[in-house]
């Protein structure tokens, strides 16, 4: 008796993998006989919402490189986008003059590392000593912060100072600090004489 109650015990753990390996199994199959495909795809359901919010994101040395303010934002895990409603975000950069963009709403998708600002939207960039206050206003902006490229398809007014230029589209880049802007108009008020 002693020997086969010490036998089966011998034996339990090896019965309890064999067991879950055939429900396992068993699983597999029901779930690959059910699915079709399409059918039963990710919801695009949000996993998380936030109203009325601030974010800050600090440099190396401790101080503040940017800030995200908004009215509401939701993250959507199925294709890890944040959208967001009334949105402020302000690059406060050291060796760079502050930079704002203000717009209605805004899709920020990590994968193409890229941020969409529509409706009403607003880039001010702060005067420095060599270079005047700088208001772009246009309905959308493109941005991709890693290339430190930003760019719309749709017409664009931009203030330098006291000069207008208004213009179907534009594209930035902050990095070679190039604009290339299509089909532009610039109004441009000389200063006065002494």
Do not use: C
Request: net charge neutral; no cysteine.
């Amino acid at each position: 008796m002693f020997r086969i109650v010490h036998s089966l015990e011998s034996w339990s753990p090896l019965l309890v993998v064999l067991l879950l390996a055939m429900v396992t199994t068993w699983l597999w199959r029901v779930v690959e006989t059910n699915f079709t495909p399409g059918l039963h795809a990710i919801a695009h359901d949000p996993d998380l919402i936030m109203e009325t919010f601030t974010a800050r994101q600090l440099g190396d040395t401790g101080l503040i490189r940017y800030t995200l303010r908004a009215k509401k934002m939701v993250h959507y895990p199925d294709d890890d986008t944040s959208h967001f409603d009334e949105v402020t975000f302000t690059s406060l950069e050291p060796d760079a003059p502050t930079l704002m963009v203000r717009s209605d709403h805004a899709v920020r998708s990590e994968k193409k590392d890229e941020v969409i600002f529509t409706g009403n939207v607003v880039v001010t960039r702060n005067a420095t000593q060599d270079q005047p206050l700088t208001v772009i206003r246009t309905s959308v902006l493109t941005v991709y912060p890693r290339r430190g490229i930003g760019k719309t398809d749709q017409p664009v007014s931009v203030d330098y100072g006291k000069d207008t230029l208004t213009a179907a589209g534009m594209i930035v880049n902050s990095k070679t600090r190039i604009a290339e802007f299509t089909r532009a108009k610039l109004t441009h008020i000389p200063p006065p004489h002494p």
